[in-house]
T-cell receptor
Framework: DAGITQSPRHKVTETGTPVTLRCHQT?????MYWYRQDPGHGLRLIHYSYGVKDTDKGEVSDGYSVSRSKTEDFLLTLESATSSQTSVYFC??????????????FGPGTRLTVL | QKEVEQNSGPLSVPEGAIASLNCTYS??????FFWYRQYSGKSPELIMSIYSNGDKEDGRFTAQLNKASQYVSLLIRDSQPSDSATYLCAVRGVSGTYKYIFGTGTRLKVLA
C-alpha cells in the first residue's frame, strides 16, 4: 500500500459541467501522475507533476488541467466534461526503491461517467 | 509502431502450467521495466521490476530482460486460477525521465 487515495471513487456527471478529481498521498513522494484507462488503449498519461507547482503534459492532456499546491495533493480538473472523458482515472506516484529504480504505484481509481 | 507492445490475448493455460507473457519496446534508451497485474475493476498492482539484462526471480514469477532485442517477458510458474488477470508491461525511459509508457496488456486465463 503506497498510501494513495482518490476521491471520489465514482462520479456521474453531465456534459459541460466541471469535474475535479483528487489524489492524496501520505508519503511525500515527489512525482505524481494522472492516467486514464480505456478498453483497447491501456493506461495513457494525462499529466504528471515533479514537485509543488511543477507539472507537465502527457499524451492525452487536451481537455484536462492539473494543480499541485501541496506535495500530498494532485488535482485533475475537467473544465467542461465531455462524453469522451468517460473513463477510469488512476493516480500514481513514483517512489525510489533500489538505486535508480523508481517504481510506480497506483491509487484505487475513480470511475467517471459523463452523460 | 507503438512504444510498448503486448499481445492482447487471451492467453489460456491449464492450471499448474507455465504462463509466458511477452512485451517489446521501441525506445532503445529505456532503463527500467515493470510488470503489473490488474484484476477486473481494480487498479494495477506492481509484481516485478527489472533493469539489468538477464533473469530476475521472485517466487513463482520470473522476469526476463533482453535489451539488445528490446523485449521483456514474464513467466508465471505453477499457474493458478487466481493468476487470471490482465498483465501490463511498462517501460521507463532514459535516466532522468520519469514518464512510464504502458502496453495495452495481455489477458491471462488459467483454466482449472
Amino acid at each position: 500500500d503506497a498510501g494513495i487515495t482518490q476521491s471520489p471513487r465514482h462520479k456521474v456527471t453531465e456534459t459541460g459541467t466541471p469535474v475535479t478529481l483528487r489524489c492524496h498521498q501520505t508519503e511525500n513522494h515527489r512525482y505524481m501522475y494522472w492516467y486514464r484507462q480505456d478498453p483497447g488503449h491501456g493506461l495513457r498519461l494525462i499529466h504528471y507533476s515533479y514537485g509543488v507547482k511543477d507539472t507537465d503534459k502527457g499524451e492525452v492532456s487536451d481537455g484536462y488541467s492539473v494543480s499541485r499546491s501541496k506535495t500530498e495533493d494532485f488535482l485533475l480538473t475537467l473544465e467542461s466534461a465531455t462524453s469522451s472523458q468517460t473513463s477510469v482515472y488512476f493516480c500514481a506516484i513514483s517512489a525510489p526503491t533500489r538505486g535508480d529504480l523508481n517504481e510506480q504505484f497506483f491509487g484505487p481509481g475513480t470511475r467517471l461517467t459523463v452523460l | 509502431q507503438k512504444e510498448v507492445e503486448q499481445n492482447s490475448g487471451p492467453l489460456s493455460v491449464p492450471e499448474g502450467a507455465i504462463a509466458s507473457l511477452n512485451c517489446t519496446y521501441s525506445d532503445r534508451g529505456s532503463q527500467s521495466f515493470f510488470w503489473y497485474r490488474q484484476y477486473s475493476g481494480k487498479s494495477p498492482e506492481l509484481i516485478m521490476s527489472i533493469y539489468s539484462n538477464g533473469d530476475k526471480e521472485d517466487g513463482r514469477f520470473t522476469a526476463q530482460l533482453n535489451k539488445a532485442s528490446q523485449y521483456v517477458s514474464l513467466l508465471i510458474r505453477d499457474s493458478q486460477p487466481s493468476d487470471s488477470a490482465t498483465y501490463l508491461c511498462a517501460v521507463r525511459g532514459v535516466s532522468g525521465t520519469y514518464k512510464y509508457i504502458f502496453g495495452t496488456g495481455t489477458r491471462l486465463k488459467v483454466l482449472a
